[in-house]
């Protein structure tokens, strides 16, 4: 472990020199640095630094101004600091007096980029299955390959696994963070950070580090979290299509949780079992929960996180009441989308602009922020954006119940074609993203259409490597086991290696079977009650319906898919 000699003042001893002093103590306990720390000036109490402590030492930071000793540390490779730079920014103070940098060298300056380096990543994806998971594998692969250490941590649908400790993260030479959602950065602050897609992790992992160890930026502290912690390279690759992705990513939870227990409430009490006579029974208890709270949160959820993609913490609470508001005002989804994004772009702009005495900032993030943000959000949904939104939804709702015949047939093939056109891209998830928010208007057939449509192309791919296997090589006949699987869990992803294989022969299969599934899903009226599970969501009561209706058209899909690959697909070398 390094050792950290200190030293803080100078001159007429100031409330914010003991302030950072004491930022400084906390700071490396919290990392378990050893610091040896002296406050110097009028005033001050305390022992100075022993001669032992200096000679032990491997590096010394100079705080502040006057006369500070700095004649004892001749040997000693030092840093200086303003004493406002500790107060703001007390981790990156520490790490650039560890390595032998002064704060007022260059920000963000990139070492050296040869050697092995210790990489920690974050990847992050909307759904948190199959993109999550890969792009961990092309780093994990990619960094293994060019001699570097890396640990991956995933934030998936079932939280963060592997989840990086302090020590990894103080060791690391780089904060890679691969995500098409917004992620929490307040753990890296005195970092270096570069944030890209979870395709560019999956399509060229090598690639992606060297640029990472190139370009990456050291990230400030962010005073209380008032404001988004994201450094400047990665800001201007975010835009309105992650930021819904992040609220999407949240919401979906609650569309699962909701929509489970009320189809388990149908099964044990029946069609009526929300009823008001029903009261009591288990099938009311779980239409209770389903409906009134897990559903009921399905708009604020996705309100807030928008928001929070887009201001950090401080933009939780308006958001979250920007989509209650929408809820309460009938506006569903579309107005939740619509307060997520004022909340956000509000709270960002009063962030950047209230300045206030640095022993006043701590107030913005837990009063300032949160009550303008609110004020402002919520008199735009009540007097100006509430009812035509509304409007609006009732419309697109009407029209959706509505859809017979031809133009439910349009729309499936529009939304089957769009899940198999990128598989897991911004097309795919546009469709899937649109189709799960429909459920909390009580719009379940596009959900169907998308999942049975999604399910296609792996399913499809797979059942072809048996029907055809002389298109196929070796290797790809093997992974049609793997595609099997993937397809029947509604990973739609499984199909992507075959698809880069060959992509003009085998992306045109796949749209077409997984437009015909989502056409005849519409058609035969199938509808489904939760945005993800595939073939394992059958055997629950009510979460799928009719099932007959749901297997025709996955089977019809999958044998089209098959049957094209097999026709236009050229034989294996």
Known sequence: MTHLVAVVGGGDLSTHAVLAAEALRRAAGRRNQRLDLELRGRGATGAPLSEGAIQGADAVLLVGTGDLGEGRFSALSRAKAAIEDVLTDVDGVIDRALAGRSPGARPGAAPETSGPKRIVAITSCPTGIAHTFMAAEGIQAAAQALGHAVRVETQGSVGARDALTPDEIAAADIVLIAADTGV??????????????????????????????????????????SGPARPAAAETKAGAYKHLMTGVSFMLPFVVAGGLLIALAFAFGGIDAMSPENKGSLGFALGEIGAKAAFALIVPALAGYIAYSIADRPGIAPGMIGGMLAANLNAGFLGGIVAGFIAGYTVS?????????????????????????????????????????????????????????????????????????????????????????????????????????????????????????????????????????????????????????????????????????????????????????????????????????????????????????????????
């Open 349 to 573: 702009f009063l962030s950047r602009t209230i300045r206030l005495p640095k022993n006043l900032e701590g107030l913005k993030p837990v009063l300032i922020l949160p009550l303008l943000g609110t004020l402002v959000t919520g008199l735009l949904m009540v007097y100006v954006v509430g009812v035509p939104v509304a409007a609006l939804l009732a419309a697109l709702t009407g029209w959706l119940k509505g859809m017979q015949g031809a133009s439910a047939l349009l729309l499936g093939l529009i939304l089957g074609a769009m899940m198999a056109v990128d598989m897991g891209g911004p097309i795919n998830k546009a469709a899937y993203a649109s189709s799960a928010a429909l459920i909390s208007s009580g719009i379940y057939a596009p959900m169907a259409a998308v999942m049975l449509a999604g399910m296609t192309p792996p399913l499809g791919i797979a059942l072809a490597t048996r029907l055809f296997p002389g298109r196929f090589s070796e290797a790809e006949r093997e992974a049609g086991s793997a595609a099997a699987v993937l397809g029947a869990a509604f990973i739609t992803e499984g199909a992507i290696p075959f698809a880069a294989a060959d992509p003009l022969r085998v992306i045109p299969a796949l749209v077409a079977g997984s437009a015909v599934a989502g056409a005849l899903s519409m058609t035969l009226g199938v509808a489904l009650r939760v945005p993800h599970g595939g073939l394992f969501v059958l055997p629950i009561p009510n979460a799928i319906t009719p099932v007959l209706g749901a297997v025709v058209a996955l089977v019809a899909g999958t044998v089209i898919t098959a049957v094209l690959v097999g026709v236009l697909k050229k034989r294996a070398a």
């Open 184 to 225: 929490d950065r307040g753990r890296f602050s005195g970092k270096r950070v570069y944030a890209t897609t979870t395709k560019a992790a999956i399509r060229d992992g090598k690639g992606l580090i060297a640029t990472a160890l190139k370009d990456a930026e050291l990230q400030g502290a962010q005073v209380a979290d």
